[in-house]
């Protein structure tokens, strides 16, 4: 077991991943498994990926077979296969992963989520987009001369960073997603047209 817990620890932090052969990475233009499925040898480049916490919460035995159940927050693109794929080859005994629970992505997680039953029957309110915008994104607050220039589509003055922005009115519309390009925050997405 403490092999198991050594090489799981050396993961955490940046470290570069190599993403299965079997993924949606696209190598020009086509997916990685459709090449894979078609009998190409496919070797992806390893990337740059954020495994913040990796905690193991269960190691079994059975058949001669060794279970272990994670918890991993990481950034986007990180492959949680990869990681059993790559303990498995340290410790010279192949690894895979036999489940898979999404648990939260971004803001959200599963105390905030529905059961398709609730969907079905309407028990639920629908979050409003301005508010799904400023829990998923930082926010540009906008004058009213903003508001009009990307309701026609117009880039405005820079933001601060390179990330998205959703773009919100005074009386709290989602007006826009903006990201920088070119040295302007150029929207991505406008929600509130011109009239």
Do not use: W
């Not at 817990?5 to 932090?13: H, K, P, S, V, W």
């Not at 990475?25 to 496919?42: H, L, Q, S, T, W």
């Not at 058949?63 to 986007?76: F, G, L, P, R, Y």
């Not at 959200?108 to 609730?118: H, K």
């Amino acid at each position: 077991d403490e092999m198991i817990r050594e090489n799981l620890a050396t993961m955490i932090g940046t470290i570069a991943q190599r993403p299965s052969s079997v993924s949606a990475v696209k190598i020009d233009g086509e997916r990685a498994y459709d090449r894979v499925r078609a009998g190409e040898k496919v070797e992806l480049p390893s990337r740059q990926v954020s495994i913040t916490q990796l905690d193991i919460t269960r190691i079994d035995r059975v058949n001669n077979q060794i279970h272990i159940d994670i918890e991993v927050t990481c950034s986007a693109g990180t492959y949680i296969r990869a990681i059993a794929r790559d303990c498995g080859d340290a410790l010279g005994v192949g690894g895979h992963l036999s489940a898979l629970r999404r648990t939260r992505v971004g803001a959200f997680d599963l105390a905030q989520s529905i059961s398709l039953s609730q969907l079905k029957e309407g028990e639920f309110t629908p979050l409003a987009l301005v508010d799904l915008a400023a829990q998923t994104f930082p926010v540009r607050n906008l004058a009213l001369d903003e508001v009009a220039e990307l309701s026609f589509g117009r880039a405005l003055t820079t933001n601060p960073s390179d990330e998205i922005f959703a773009a919100i009115s005074g009386d709290n519309r989602l007006i826009a997603l903006l990201t920088n390009r070119d040295e302007r925050a150029k929207p991505i997405t406008v929600f509130a047209a011109a009239n």
